[in-house]
């Protein structure tokens, strides 16, 4: 786990165990442990590039918060259980928490390299060094055996049936890639041209599949990178979140404009392990105290923007990068809440409380938490994950 940032870069530590969970001490894992990313031959392809027609956003999430009735166009998970109104299907919530390195790359697809690019790239070479289960210097779901989801795949399958998750126009214009849509301004009623596609779910980027976390944000950007594509910046996932394809007026969350911390994984307090309480010093005792109580990406269909991202607030933070005004350098930044927020949480237009740490989780909340520049970036944590984005040409 990397050292904390200095305080001229960071405002407040508050994706904490009560307001201090973020780790501190010597770093897990630095450049001396990643390998250059890589696609694996045998690895499928994300599909060719393509280019598509009008932008066109997924239905939204209505306002009462269910998922709308639609067909199932390319990107809709397959339906699951019986009959309208029948419970939920069983299924083991722990089912989907992978241990295995095998297990865990196999939820996502590499690019194909030129030959030029494998050269330089070891595919099989980053992803052992990676990716793996058992300990916070790789890439995971967290300790499985302190962590605790309720949902299983089968419910939140369930749970998004009918939803469209993507169009096919929407892939087209996204390169092929599934599972991501593209985001774009609307001035004066005019829709402008996408310049960027987000990925809809936190990575994997697969529906009711669980976040991976304890990335560190170079290591995220090879990751995305391996995908042919990148890491979303601030800007861009804040248009994702508060923005409306139809041109309408800005959101202060992506589900809304006033704080309910039912809508998304949110309001999941930290629990003691053994009659011990979190200990997030450093990484190796998060690993070891700290469970990763996160729940599959999706299981909470209300907590979807209006242009069809998922998951925004709540589930895990991610990381994501930003352009520093001054120097003009790439650091990275963090956002989001994690499913812990409600120990944390205050409405975007409340004061802040004396004596008690707290943050609006607002879809333009811009934190300084752990601000690190991108070519040496190693903050790591049990609740942090990411997603990616790529460059709509």
Known sequence: MSRPSRPSRVA?????????ACSRGEPDRGPGDAAAPAASPAAP???????????????AVG????????????GAPPATGGPAGAPPPAGDPMAIHHEAREDLVRLFSLKELTPRERKFRNPELFLEKNFGGGGPSRINQGNRALARHTRSKEQCLEGLRGVVLQTEEQRARCGGHENMVPVFKTVRGKARPAEFCIDIFEF?????????????????????????????????????????????????YAYGDELDLAVCHTQTRHRDIDGKACDADTARSAYETCATDTEPAGAYPACRSRFGVFDQHGNVAEIMTRRDRDDGKLYSQLKGSAWFYVEVARAHDAPRPKGQETYPDH???S????????????????????????TVH
Not at 12 to 20: G, H, Q, S
Not at 45 to 59: I, V
Request: hydrophobic share 35%; aromatic share 6%.
């Open 12 to 20: 407040l530590a508050a994706l904490t165990v009560a307001a201090a």
């Open 45 to 59: 392809s994300a599909g060719p590039a393509a280019s598509g027609p009008a932008d066109a956003a997924p239905p």
């Open 63 to 74: 306002s009462a918060g269910a998922p709308p009735a639609a067909g199932g166009p390319a």
């Open 204 to 252: 994997p980027n697969k529906p009711c599949e669980l976040p991976m976390v304890w990335a560190g944000p170079t290591q995220a950007a090879s990751v995305c990178s391996l995908q042919g594509k990148r890491l979303c910046t601030e800007d861009e996932w804040s248009l994702a979140c508060r923005g409306d394809p139809e041109g309408g007026e800005p959101r202060t």
């Open 363 to 365: 879809c333009s909340f």
């Open 367 to 390: 934190p300084r938490w752990h601000v690190e520049p991108m070519e040496n970036a190693w903050h790591v944590n049990y609740h942090l994950g990411f997603r990616c984005c790529k």
